[in-house]
């Protein structure tokens, strides 16, 4: 069974950055994807970024592409979301999602999530 955690969320100041970290682990071979989304207090969890292994094709929202990039390490089954320019609409719980298995990007059908890391932007 894949465990997912997320690291890194914390409170930040609006116009700085933030760098999340996941961490896929315990599952035998490595992912096909993993991928980034966040849910604000009273909202619908949305997707951001997601990283395909295989050819490292990454996917990104259109609202988030101009100040946010998604990294990681294929061989430790890592990812990494760097944020700046932070807004207070940042303010959200961020997961990381997994798979073992081919899917598109957008899906919420992954097989593993974390439990969320919280991000709280001030003014």
């Given at each position: 069974q894949v465990q997912v955690v997320e690291i890194g969320g914390g409170l930040a100041q609006a116009g700085g950055s933030l760098r999340l970290a996941c961490i896929a682990s315990g599952g035998a071979g490595s992912t096909y994807r993993?991928?980034?989304f966040r849910q604000a207090t009273g909202g619908e969890r949305e997707f951001i970024a997601s990283?395909?292994?295989?050819?490292?094709?990454?996917d990104y929202d259109d609202?988030?592409?101009d100040r946010f990039t998604i990294s990681?390490?294929?061989?430790?089954n890592?990812?990494?979301?760097e944020i700046n320019s932070l807004k207070i609409e940042d303010t959200?719980?961020?997961?990381?999602?997994?798979s073992?298995?081919?899917?598109?990007?957008?899906?919420?059908?992954?097989d593993f999530w974390g439990q969320g890391t919280q991000v709280?932007?001030?003014s």
């Open positions: 993993m991928s980034w990283i395909r292994w295989s050819v490292y094709t990454t609202s988030v592409k990681g390490d294929r061989s430790t890592t990812i990494f979301l959200a719980i961020y997961y990381c999602a997994a073992q298995r081919p899917l598109p990007p957008r899906t919420d059908r992954y709280t932007v001030l």
